[in-house]
């Protein structure tokens, strides 16, 4: 019941739209209502829901996170990624929709992405279905 | 199992006491134990549990919120309202609480907050009731 | 199904390292595969997963929080813990591990903290363990 989805990131900051992969996991798992659970198994990464119409939307996410955590601060982790791991604490690392007929009830704008704080990398989502009783 | 919530909210940015509807909701279900996600299918609002006793906390958190991310900013997205989709992605889109004999298990203050950060606007919330097994 | 973990913290802001503390919960459900939501019945604490290897990862995260909400601010609320209540609202008040085999599924670096910002006070965490259907 839990799916992994594998990513690669292109740039050291990035939302990456993932709606696809995880509609397409729920449609695999070939149960119709239920809740998806969407995790990340990284501490510079984190994953979100926000407009997936507009991308200026996502690239505005990204660059305000950027400029309230600069990648230089008054860190004490010295390997330079103290800002991820910051974002990653407030994004936070999972994110839950509803599906009904194997369908995820968005809203109309809705998409998922996996937020990127430390790339160019490779990456993993682990999703997890939950049927309904 | 997923119920809808209908919200009217009243100003750009303000958190709203959504607590007595989830609880009416949840006795609604007849289910006795379980985990209650309330979920918000917007992309420029959020939901939150915090202080329900004194008003100025609500306040608080909207308005700090508001400063960190003005209305007005270096933003790409030309509709007026990228700091509300940035405020949505990092408060986050949905809140989990447990409830035992029909009682959600809160903390002495704790309440559910739906956040506006575009408003005023007709708004929903779904909350899906999970029963313990 | 729902365990209560006892805290103690010691600081004002302060991240507490209670992966063990969850596991042994798991351990003792006698549960081998499922979900298990920890949530914190305070508003003026939170929760998160990060980087528990380097200590200094758990003081920037910390840290860079109380830069951005200091504790005396243009703050409605007079209890003097605005900021915290700001802070709880937006790191959150729940997160959900997988676990298989009675172990959680995390990423080499994860942990799980719970994230103190009006210490120090004897805390509470709940956690639900939901099993695999």
């Known amino acids: 019941m839990i799916y992994r989805i594998e990513i690669q990131t292109h740039h050291r900051n990035e939302l990456l739209d993932i709606t696809e992969e995880v509609a397409r996991v729920i449609k695999k798992s070939n149960i119709k209502n239920g809740t998806a659970i969407i995790f990340v198994p990284h501490t510079t ?8 119409y507009d991308p200026s939307v996502r690239r505005d996410i990204s660059e305000s996170l950027a400029r309230l955590f600069p990648k230089s601060g008054p860190y004490s982790h010295t390997e330079g990624n103290a800002d991820a791991h910051i974002k990653s604490a407030i994004v936070g690392s999972s994110r839950t929709v509803f599906f009904e007929n194997g369908n995820i009830l968005f809203g109309t704008w809705q998409g998922i992405f996996f937020c990127e704080f ?3 990398r490779r990456r993993e989502v682990f999703v997890k279905i939950i049927p309904d009783a």
Do not use: K, Q, V
């Open 118 to 120: 430390d790339g160019p």
């Open 45 to 52: 990464a984190g994953i979100t829901l926000n407009e997936n």
